[in-house]
Each structure stands twice: as C-alpha cells, then as structure tokens.
C-alpha cells in the first residue's frame, strides 16, 4: 500500500534536505528519499556537500592551515614547535567525524520537523499531476505517492576524457579528500575551485603541486583585479598553475604520465603520483525514471526548469545542481526554500544577483554582484573603491595582511553593483555587501555605519569611503 504525502523531496543534499526541512515547517506532510550511505551503509544525508564537498573540504582546509602556520607562522609569534609532523590518518579521521556529526545533525532535523526519511534510491514510476508515484529501493524502501516532488538529485564530478576516475591514481572530489598519505608530485586538472582549494589542501601538507587549466585566463568569473592578486599570491605559495593547455593523454599505471599541449602549443609532459581531476561537474538524474514520466531534461542533461523551479510536469519541481545556476550549497538551499514555500501559495523568492562565491584558499577569495569587467562590457558607468589589509589594525595583529576589500558602485545613484575581496575571512565579510545589496543600499550607507574597531569589517567600511575618495586610514 502506498504512503500518501503532500511533498515527497529526492535528494538529501543542502537543496534537498532544507526543502523537506521548509515544507514540513509550513505543515505540508513531507518525505525525503535519499541513497547515500557510509562505508558501514548507514544512511549519510547531506548530500556532496556534508559528504564529499563543502564540509569535508573546509576540514581539511582547517587542518592543512593549522600545520602551515605551525610550521612558517609560529616562529614570528616566539612561538617555537619542536619536531612537527602531519598524521594524515588521524586528520583525514578528523574530518570524517566532522562528516559524521553532519549526517546526524541532518538525521536529527528530519525527526524533529517529522519529515519521513527514507534510505534509497527514488524513481519515478508513473503517476499524473495530483499523485505522483516515487518508488523507493534500498534499506528505505517504500512505494510514495505525492501531490508535489520536489527533485534535488544534485551533481556528479566529470571525468577527462580517457582518464576514468579510480580514485586510487586520478581522484575525483571524493579521492581528492581521503589521499592516505601525502603525495610527493601531485597533479591537479583544471584551476577552478576544487583545484584550488584542493591544491591548497595538500601543497600546505608539503606536496609539490601543478595544476593544469584550460582556459589561458585564470579565475575568469573572478574580478580580473582579484584574479591577478590571487595568481601574485598563489604562485609565491607554491602552487605551479598553467593555464591555456590541451591534455592529450593520460596513462594511469604505477603513477601517472601526462601529456599536454602547452599554451604554445609545444607538447609538454608531466609524472605525478596522484592525479586529482576538477574540470566541473555533471547533472545527476541517472536512476530517477525521468522518462518514466517524460520529464524534460535540457540538452546538457539538466532538469529543464523555469525562473520559479517548475518543470514541465505540473507539482513537479527540481532545484540545486540539478537544475541551471551555480552549483552552491547555498544557491540550492533558497531554492529549496523557495519552492517550498510556492507550493505553499507564498512568493518564494531567489535573487541570483546577490548569490555570494567564496573560494576557501589562503587569503579566501569572496565577491557578489557585478565584476569590474561585466560593468565595463556592459558599458556601466560605475565608481570603484578599493581598502588593502595591509591598512586595516585587525590584519596587522593578525599578521595577515594580503589582500583587499573593493566596492564597486553606480556612479550617479551610488547603489551598490559587486563588493570583491581576497584576504583574511573575505568568506564572512562579503556577507555584509550581500544584506547592503538585499536592501538597495548605497556605498555611502556602508561608510556611513559604524563597525567595530579593530576588525576585519572596518575594510568594507574603508572600501566604501574609497569609493567617494575619502578613506580615513590610507
Ligand atoms: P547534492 O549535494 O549533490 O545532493 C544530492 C543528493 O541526492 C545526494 O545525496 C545524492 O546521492 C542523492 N540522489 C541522487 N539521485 C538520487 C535518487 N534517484 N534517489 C535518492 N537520492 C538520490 N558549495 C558551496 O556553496 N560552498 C562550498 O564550500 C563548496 N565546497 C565544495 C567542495 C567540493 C569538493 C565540491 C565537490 C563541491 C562543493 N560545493 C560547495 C558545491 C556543493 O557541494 C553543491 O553545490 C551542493 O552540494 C548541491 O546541493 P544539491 O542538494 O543540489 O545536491
Ligand atoms: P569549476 O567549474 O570551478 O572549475 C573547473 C575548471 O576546470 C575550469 O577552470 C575549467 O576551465 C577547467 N577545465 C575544464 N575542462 C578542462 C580540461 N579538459 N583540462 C583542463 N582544465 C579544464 O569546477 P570544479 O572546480 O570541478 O568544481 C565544481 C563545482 O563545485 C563548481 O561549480 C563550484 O561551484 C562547486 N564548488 C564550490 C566551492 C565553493 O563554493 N567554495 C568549492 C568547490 C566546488
């Protein structure tokens, strides 16, 4: 006998999991259908994200941070540390208990908001507007039937082509997370976010890094003056990039040999021991039955949504990385909410121009809104400021003083267009353009709000004073 719900969601990751979490708050009867599980096969909601994404990597970031500044920012401190070592085992322990108090965490939501949590893989198995059938195989296996779904199935790494993921030589996110021990040479395709951040991860622990990108730009959705900087930075840290390349081949034996086309065109070869492989990710909607019902994917393999999430079959909706947009965390998130809420005949809302980007290297690169370079293209008369870490007290005190904060705003309304920063913590500064953003403020708003002395924060503020020319510290 089928169990009735108004909203069943597939998918448990941060898109998935937040719907379930909204629709049950806003008293619709609720289930979420999601098939990842641990090593041990307990259930692991949370999707990519708590498993193999966000959550794990900030773990790692932490960690390989931690032992970078024992070992090159302690001694400044008078801080000596005698016979530093890196247990990876214990770290990469570290981490997966970190994953683990997630996964509860999630667990522990589903019960407390009385969403029905199913371990499994969810397809469609028929159905009509009204009574949509979900079938449920695994250790949660069910028959559903629901008034709306609400599918969040998320993404899957891609693989170069030739080079098939084993996760023993060429990692993809998941083996890029669990190298047991640290690689002597380890390579790294395509400078996008995991590269970077992955690339960070074990180059602090002491591998020789080379990451290989196709693109001759670096950073392109980046501003071009953030992109510079961090190229300045990254390559003093260590980290060999090379952009405009063609790999050619990969031959994954006892290590891997690959070989490319540089950005001349020369052929060029390389030798790592492991091979991490970050060149973006793919739509999941395998298993999911779409054709089953005939819902329409795009002709990139993306559920075919409209501007409010809904799909072509009526009460069904799909969110997150599945679907168009940036594949964030927090972008399926406020989908999630918003579709939850539009089911429940509320005005869910999403503005895709305050979605804020955060790369978690070393400084951390944060920006929302509009690029210098968009505004130029775009032929928008705008004004720029611009504050430097090496200015602000906090930063000084920190001993970290890379970097800077940038306003960009309309040059005859002054509303803000794009804050752009790199340096300390720019992931929890860039917060405050994005609520100034929300709000319609002006850059003169933010110079005119008092911040805290000595912060971080008090860059924004001299950011925005840059604008007008009027910084007080510089
Ligand atoms: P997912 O998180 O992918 O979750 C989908 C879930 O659905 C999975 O559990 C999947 O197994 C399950 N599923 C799929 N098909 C079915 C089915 N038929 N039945 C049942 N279950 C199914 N984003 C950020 O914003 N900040 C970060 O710091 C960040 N770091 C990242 C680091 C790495 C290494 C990676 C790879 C990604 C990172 N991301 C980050 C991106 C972020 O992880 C994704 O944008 C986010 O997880 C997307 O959420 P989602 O709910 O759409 O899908
Ligand atoms: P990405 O899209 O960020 O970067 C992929 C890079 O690989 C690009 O620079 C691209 O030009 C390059 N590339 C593509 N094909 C290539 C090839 N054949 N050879 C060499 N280079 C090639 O994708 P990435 O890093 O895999 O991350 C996937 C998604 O996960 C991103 O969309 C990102 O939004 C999300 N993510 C977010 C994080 C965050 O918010 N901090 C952290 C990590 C991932």
Wanted: glycine share 12%.
């Amino acid at each position: 006998m089928a169990e009735q719900f108004d909203v069943v969601v597939i998918g448990a990751g941060p898109g998935g999991y937040i719907a379930a979490i909204r629709a049950a708050q806003l008293g619709f009867r609720t289930a979420c259908v999601d098939d990842w599980t641990m090593a041990d096969g307990k259930p692991a909601p949370g999707g990519t994200c708590t498993n193999v994404g966000c959550i794990p990597s900030k773990a790692l970031l932490q960690s390989s941070e931690h032992f970078e500044h024992a070992g090159h920012a302690f001694a400044e401190h008078g801080i000596d540390v005698k016979g530093l070592a890196i247990d990876v085992t214990r770290m990469l322990a570290r981490k997966d208990k970190v994953v683990r108090q997630n996964n509860d965490g999630i667990l522990y939501l589903f019960k407390k908001n009385k969403v029905a949590f199913h371990s499994g893989t969810g397809s469609f198995a028929g159905g009509a507007p009204g009574a949509w059938q979900i079938m449920v195989e695994g250790s949660g296996a069910a028959s559903l039937v629901a008034k709306h779904v609400i599918v969040a199935t998320g993404s899957k790494p891609r693989a170069l082509p030739g080079a098939p993921f084993d996760n023993k030589l060429v990692l993809d996110n998941d083996g890029a997370l669990a190298i047991p021990e640290v690689p002597r040479k380890l390579g790294v395709i395509g400078a996008g976010v995991v590269g970077l951040e992955m690339g960070s991860v074990w180059r602090r622990l002491g591998a020789e890094v080379a990451i290989l990108e196709a693109l001759p730009v670096f950073l392109s959705a980046a501003d071009e003056q953030v992109a510079k900087e961090a190229w300045k930075l990254f390559a003093k840290q260590g980290l060999a990039i090379e952009l405009g390349i063609k790999i050619t081949k990969v031959v994954a034996a006892k290590d891997i040999a690959v070989e490319y086309d540089d950005v001349q065109g020369k052929k060029r070869s390389a030798r790592f021991d492991k091979l991490i492989v970050s060149i973006g990710r793919l739509p999941h909607t395998s298993g999911l039955g779409a054709d089953v019902v005939g819902l329409e994917l795009d002709e990139r393999g993306f559920v075919a949504v409209d501007g409010d999430c809904k799909t072509n079959l009526d009460g069904v909706w799909a969110i997150g990385d599945v679907v168009r947009g940036p594949m964030l965390a927090h972008k399926a998130e406020e989908e999630g909410v918003a579709v939850a809420e539009r089911i429940a005949g509320q005005h869910g809302h999403v503005d895709f121009n305050t979605v804020p980007w955060v790369i978690y290297t070393s400084p951390e690169i944060a920006w929302v809104g509009q690029t210098e370079q968009q505004l130029k293209a775009a032929g928008a008369a705008y004004r720029a400021g611009m504050f430097p870490f090496s200015a602000n007290g906090r930063a000084r005190a920190l001993g970290d003083t890379r970097g800077f904060v940038k306003f960009l705003a309309d040059a005859e309304t002054d509303r803000i267009l794009g804050l752009h920063a790199i340096g300390p913590m720019v992931s929890e500064l860039v917060s405050e353009g994005v609520v100034a953003m929300e709000f319609g403020a002006a850059s003169e708003d933010i110079a005119r709000i008092c911040h805290a002395h000595p912060s971080l924060s008090e860059a924004v503020k001299e950011a925005a004073l840059a604008v007008d020319k009027r910084t007080l510290n510089l």
